[in-house]
């Protein structure tokens, strides 16, 4: 964020999204702890909840001049779901995109629109990002999403929600955690695959235009 | 006297009282779903048959806005539009039985770009309810906030949102003819932006590449900078407290926000120039564009920035120290001034949710304000947030967003009416640094590095369209300028007075029941929050946001909300396409951008049969996990 002038350490996981702002579904806190536990004693790397939009983010890297963390490693909802409760892991290999998609992007980010493939290529756009990064993404669909969290308020933790949705939050969070602290410490990340910007989801315009046409 | 609809009438002293002898004063009459498929039957049968085009499979579920609209190209006109806010996010809900001092901080959280303004309007909500009196730097230190945030705000809208839709990029697309004038075109104000001619300015207005563009993204960083200085960060300041402010100030701080401040001095000038001359362009090539975006000038503003000699919290004072706010509010209907009360403001709003997700309630808690002044059960004091997800239908209920009315009329809210209620009011304190003339607004704008110290007058315009809102928002820097000013200049004297207090400690109390209303506005314009405090817990809150207001769905009785009716009105001026397969819809877009949509303010995700909800901004985002 800007206004935090510390200096970065070399490796820097970040939450794409929010900090929760309910009691009855701490899955947020809940991850910054299993992360945090996982780097529990090393000083050079950094956890860090990133609620904001894309461009606040690149002006916070901006913001760091020469002293960026060499590795970042971002958390977030994947923009599609197939496999729900699904955890996969990507190095980010950047990419532009033409103009116009890159400005729907844009756009987007500057309404408010927190998106993990948003940070990653309106990131690369403004060439912010070091050389080695990474996205941990989960499959977490809209519609299951509300159901996740009734099952939470039904006191059905654990097994429970993985009956109701197929798969557990903790089972995720646990999953999440390890994945992105293996790509923050451990060299296996370069093995992950690989994804660039034309791979990511296609943005739609907020439009829909309906033509009268002759019978 | 200001209603016309609602049946209120006033005595001599002002007060509102129900008119006698109405039966049923708050009652309506409900459109019928089959009016509208007839009507909709109609339009198909006059027009052939309606054709989907560009309705690719959903391939990534991101924003919160659909607009959807029918489009005749022979005719050149817009036959039918639908706004939708396609989520819940229910901080109402989430609100509800909660301590009354994290309403700031959680719905801050309401909007991802502008979360300052819910913090300081809920501030002001809970102050009200509470009896709490921020001292005077404390006042005066959240007018700088705030303004930081329109700073902030209204150049990414011009150069970054909507001012690509003026690009050569685009404008070659869409209209070669207009681009073919504007690369000779001279402009009138190159004494204030250094540009020779309209296609200059289109060049650098591209997306992505455009130096007006860059420089936007630039300058709405030093804002954010200035406002660090002050709140601490950005976005979702923790500073903003009922009470006034926790920020420690000290000369250093004044010196370093006036620097950042100080950069917007040319910037300000620049963005007036630069517009007045693409959009004097725009008409002088086709005057259909007077209609893009086309609307009566019905809007509102709560007024902002509070004067430290007036504001006391009270709803009792609220029309006093409202009046003494350093923009006015107001209530304009088709350019006419009618109110410049907050309690009128207050008094004749109401939310309807017969086109939304929602259910309608019950309760009628409130049938006064707390100055006796009548209120609506659709008042958002008696309103009850009841989530209900259905299926989408056009003829019934389509949106997440609820409609809000003042009078039972649907009204705009933006950044401009803020320069709209103010030129016109003629209540503006007296500033060294703008004054309301009845007509327009005067702006002295100082010295910068390269330009000299300019006067610059907004004039009310004669037309209300998309055009118009954008030059207004471009006028609104140099106005958000200025105010800024005029309140680090009197921070300066407070504490050259030994004045060091910026917040008002307060508990609050375990007992008793008391309301309040926050009266503000976002970058985006009107905003207000409602609370209801019990025995020390919230036990209702309600947020109306400037995009709940423009993005609404339609009335109960059929009258369209003003992305609705504005895309109603606009005239296809797009001319290089040959059928649907090019068409690109330009003018609906300049139409809709030009309110700045902003649909996380408008948007909530919500727990499917229950009242649960969660936080999230869009359903893409690691809220999901968060």
Sequence with gaps: MIGDHDRLPPVLIGIVGYSPVIDAYPLGPTLMAALQSKVAGRDDVMVENMTWGPIHVVQRFQDEGAVRPRRVVLIGAAATSRVPGRVRGFRWTGGDLPAAAMQERIYEAVTGVVDIENTLVIGSHFKVWPDEIFSVEVDLPADTFGNMVIADSLARKGEGAATDHGFSPQAVITELAELAATFAIADGATTAEAKSAADCAKVESFTRNRIAVDA | ?626
């Excluded at chain 2, 309301?515 to 009107?526: D, H, L, N, S, T």
């Design chain 2, 1 to 626: 006297m200001c209603f016309e609809n609602l049946p209120i009438e006033f005595d001599a002293d002002g007060n509102a009282t129900l008119k006698e002898g109405v039966k049923n004063p708050y009652s309506y009459q409900v459109t019928t779903p089959e009016e509208r498929e007839l009507k909709l039957a109609d339009i198909a049968r006059k027009n052939g048959q309606l054709a989907d085009i560009d309705f690719d499979p959903v391939t990534r579920v991101a924003g919160a806005l659909a607009f959807h609209s029918s489009v005749d190209l022979k005719a050149g006109k817009v036959l039918t539009t639908n706004s939708v806010a396609t989520l819940f996010r229910g901080y109402e809900v989430i609100l509800r039985g909660r301590d009354p001092l994290d309403a700031a901080f959680i719905s801050s959280r309401a909007c991802g770009v502008c979360g300052g303004v819910h913090s300081t309007c809920s501030a002001l909500a809970i102050e009200m309810a509470l009896g709490i009196k921020p001292p005077p730097l404390g006042i005066v230190i959240r007018n700088m906030l705030l303004s930081c945030e329109y700073l902030y705000d209204n150049p990414m809208h011009i150069f970054v949102l909507s001012g690509p839709d003026y690009s050569e990029t685009l404008v070659k697309q869409t209209n070669p003819e207009i681009w073919d004038k504007a690369v000779t075109a001279p402009t009138k104000h190159s004494a204030m932006h250094g540009y020779a001619t309209i296609g200059a300015i289109m060049t650098d207005l591209n997306p992505l590449t455009g130096k007006l563009y860059l420089e936007a993204l630039q300058m709405t960083r030093v804002a954010r900078e200035a406002y660090v200085h002050l709140g601490g960060k950005y976005p979702h300041p923790e500073t903003i407290v009922p009470g006034g402010v926790t920020t420690t100030l000290t000369t250093s701080t004044m010196n370093e926000f006036y620097l950042k401040i100080q950069q917007f001095f040319d910037y300000a000038k620049k963005c007036i120039g630069i517009w007045d001359d693409v959009f004097d362009f725009f008409y002088d090539c086709d005057q259909r564009y007077e209609d893009c975006g086309r609307l009566p000038a019905t809007m509102i503003d709560n007024g902002q920035w509070d004067h430290e000699d007036y504001y006391d919290a009270t709803y009792a004072n609220c029309n006093a120290w409202g009046e003494k706010r350093w923009s006015t509010p107001g209530i304009v209907i088709e350019g006419k001034l009618v109110s410049t009360r907050l309690t009128d403001i207050n008094v004749g709003l109401e939310e309807f949710v017969e086109h939304s997700y929602y259910e309608k309630w019950d309760d009628y808690p409130f049938k006064t304000d707390p100055l006796g002044n009548p209120l609506s059960p659709n008042h958002p004091w008696n309103k009850t947030t009841i989530p209900r997800p259905d299926k989408q239908n056009w003829k019934d209920r389509y949106s997440w967003s609820t409609t809000p009315t003042w009078d039972r009329r649907t009204f705009e809210a933006g950044a401009y009416s803020r320069l709209y209620v103010s030129a016109l009011a003629q209540k503006i304190p007296h500033s060294h640094y703008f004054e309301s003339t009845g007509k327009s607004l005067k702006l002295n704008i100082p010295k910068g590095a390269s330009l000299p110290a300019m006067e610059i007058e907004w004039r009310v315009p004669t037309v209300w369209n998309a055009f118009e809102r954008n030059r207004a928002r471009a006028y609104a820097v140099g106005f958000n300028l200025m105010v800024t000013v005029e309140n680090w200049v009197r921070a300066q004297d407070l504490i050259k007075r030994g004045e060091t207090k910026v917040a008002t400690p307060f508990e609050i109390p375990k007992k008793g029941h008391s309301i309040g209303v926050g009266f503000w506005g976002a970058g985006r314009g009107f905003l207000t929050h409602h609370c209801e405090i019990k025995d020390g817990l919230l036990a209702n809150y309600q947020i109306v946001t400037p995009s709940t207001i423009n993005a609404c769905p339609r009335t109960p009785w059929g009258e369209l909300g003003p992305y609705e009716q504005s895309v109603m009105n606009t005239r296809i001026v797009e001319s290089n396409f040959t059928d649907e397969n090019d068409f690109q819809g330009i003018d609906i877009l300049r139409a809709l951008r030009s309110f700045d949509p902003c649909m996380p303010c408008t948007t909530h995700v919500m727990v499917e049969g229950s009242d649960r909800v969660i936080t999230r901004e869009v359903t893409t985002c690691a809220c999901g996990v968060a």
